[in-house]
């Protein structure tokens, strides 16, 4: 089959090629697992992470991708939860031990055996994948396999952070970057918690005009104070300068919580203006999300469908991953970036 790989880590300002084209052989189901014919590949900020080491990936080579639509080509033995041509996905979770104290409290996100898909396991940037059937997901109707894609890990994990900030409906909500997830954060914010108000801020002027006009109630710059005090913040932003300009915008008791895998170095420095009374006193707390459990994909999978979400894709082939990379790391996005792969 035709894979893109990840031979070797690298700085992508260096390189502008990080994947080679390759052909490789389909990968065989084990037992209770199913091989996918991939349709469709989301091509996610995580995988910049993976490519220069920040989230490294344990063997090379390695196919990447976490956003994965297909149909169901061949069960392995044991594997009778789906027939051949039933379409599904695949999220960041791979697998999980299914034992451990998180495991049997549904946050198997946090069990120290989590496997990633497109990271330990191989992922969607192929024609074939395969994975275990528990970890496959039905995709709703409503969706085409593109559109159904990026959902699978912006959309997912937005939901798990939505449902950690713990809002309570008519309380402020604040959003601190606006990217592929924030925006879908906002939808469903304004679903579920009709009596909140939600307040963005962001860099850049055309994420701020795009806030106002999926009905934020304000969207200002990063380092500006907000009208009023928030009762949560989901931060999604790569850098450190918003984590604190975030805490001073929180009201007594509330929690930001921070929806990154990893932060990046260049401007740690702003965490020493970190003022204990501004910043932090009056049981403000703050909270990262891991990961995603397969009850956030299901949940949100079924809240998108009933909300008719319509995420804005640009489409890719599977041989033009490196460039849909390359535009991702240089910040030229419209719209969530899909790779797509011609049936076999
Ligand atoms: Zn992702
Ligand atoms: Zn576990």
């Given at each position: 089959?035709?894979?893109?790989?990840?031979?070797?880590?690298?700085?992508?300002?260096?390189?502008?090629?990080?994947?080679?084209?390759?052909?490789?052989?389909?990968?065989?189901?084990?037992?209770?697992?199913?091989?996918?014919?991939?349709?469709?590949?989301?091509?996610?900020?995580?995988?910049?992470?993976?490519?220069?080491?920040?989230?490294?990936?344990?063997?090379?080579?390695?196919v990447?991708?976490?956003?994965?639509?297909?149909?169901?080509?061949?069960?392995?033995?044991?594997?009778?939860?789906?027939?051949?041509?039933?379409?599904?996905?695949?999220?960041?979770?791979?697998?999980?031990?299914?034992?451990?104290?998180?495991?049997?409290?549904?946050?198997?996100n946090?069990?120290?055996?989590?496997?990633?898909?497109?990271?330990?396991?191989?992922?969607?940037?192929?024609?074939?994948?395969?994975?275990?059937?528990?970890?496959?997901?039905?995709?709703?109707?409503?969706?085409?396999?593109?559109?159904?894609?990026?959902l699978?890990?912006?959309?997912?994990?937005?939901?798990?952070?939505?449902?950690?900030?713990?809002?309570?409906?008519?309380?402020s909500?604040?959003?601190?970057?606006?990217?592929?997830?924030?925006?879908?954060?906002?939808?469903?914010?304004?679903?579920?918690?009709?009596?909140?108000?939600?307040?963005?801020?962001?860099r850049?002027?055309?994420?701020?005009?795009?806030?106002?006009?999926?009905?934020?109630?304000?969207?200002?710059?990063?380092g500006?104070?907000?009208?009023?005090?928030?009762?949560?913040?989901?931060?999604?932003?790569?850098?450190?300068?918003?984590?604190?300009?975030?805490?001073?915008?929180?009201?007594?008791?509330?929690?930001?919580?921070?929806?990154?895998?990893?932060?990046?170095?260049?401007?740690?420095e702003?965490?020493?203006?970190?003022?204990?009374?501004?910043?932090?006193?009056?049981?403000?707390?703050?909270?990262?999300?891991?990961?995603?459990?397969?009850?956030?994909?299901?949940?949100?999978?079924?809240?998108?469908?009933?909300?008719?979400?319509?995420?804005?894709?640009?489409?890719?082939?599977?041989?033009?991953?490196?460039r849909?990379?390359?535009?991702?790391?240089?910040?030229?996005?419209?719209?969530?970036?899909?790779?797509?792969i011609?049936?076999r």
């Open positions: 089959m035709k894979a893109m790989l990840l031979k070797r880590l690298c700085n992508l300002e260096e390189c502008a090629r990080p994947l080679e084209l390759a052909e490789v052989p389909e990968p065989v189901p084990g037992e209770n697992d199913i091989l996918i014919e991939i349709s469709a590949c989301g091509v996610c900020h995580t995988e910049l992470d993976e490519i220069e080491g920040r989230t490294p990936p344990p063997h090379l080579p390695v990447l991708g976490h956003q994965v639509v297909g149909r169901v080509a061949r069960a392995g033995r044991g594997a009778e939860r789906f027939r051949v041509g039933d379409r599904v996905g695949v999220a960041w979770i791979f697998s999980a031990c299914g034992t451990c104290v998180h495991c049997l409290s549904g946050n198997e946090l069990c120290v055996d989590f496997k990633a898909t497109g990271r330990d396991a191989g992922g969607g940037y192929a024609e074939y994948m395969t994975v275990r059937e528990d970890f496959a997901h039905r995709i709703p109707e409503i969706f085409s396999d593109v559109d159904a894609a990026p699978l890990c912006a959309g997912a994990i937005g939901y798990r952070a939505l449902r950690l900030v713990n809002l309570e409906d008519g309380r909500l604040g959003l601190t970057g606006f990217g592929a997830s924030a925006h879908l954060v906002l939808m469903m914010a304004k679903r579920r918690y009709p009596g909140s108000k939600v307040f963005v801020f962001s850049s002027p055309e994420e701020r005009a795009f806030a106002l006009e999926l009905g934020a109630a304000w969207a200002g710059d990063i500006e104070r907000s009208p009023e005090p928030l009762a949560a913040i989901i931060d999604t932003t790569p850098a450190w300068r918003p984590v604190v300009e975030a805490l001073g915008n929180l009201a007594p008791g509330g929690r930001l919580v921070i929806n990154a895998i990893r932060k990046e170095e260049k401007d740690k702003h965490l020493l203006r970190l003022d204990y009374p501004a910043h932090l006193w009056m049981e403000k707390e703050i909270k990262s999300v891991a990961n995603v459990a397969r009850r956030d994909v299901r949940e949100f999978l079924d809240l998108a469908a009933d909300m008719r979400i319509k995420p804005e894709i640009e489409e890719f082939l599977l041989e033009d991953a490196n849909a990379l390359i535009e991702l790391k240089m910040r030229k996005i419209r719209g969530a970036k899909v790779l797509t011609p049936p």
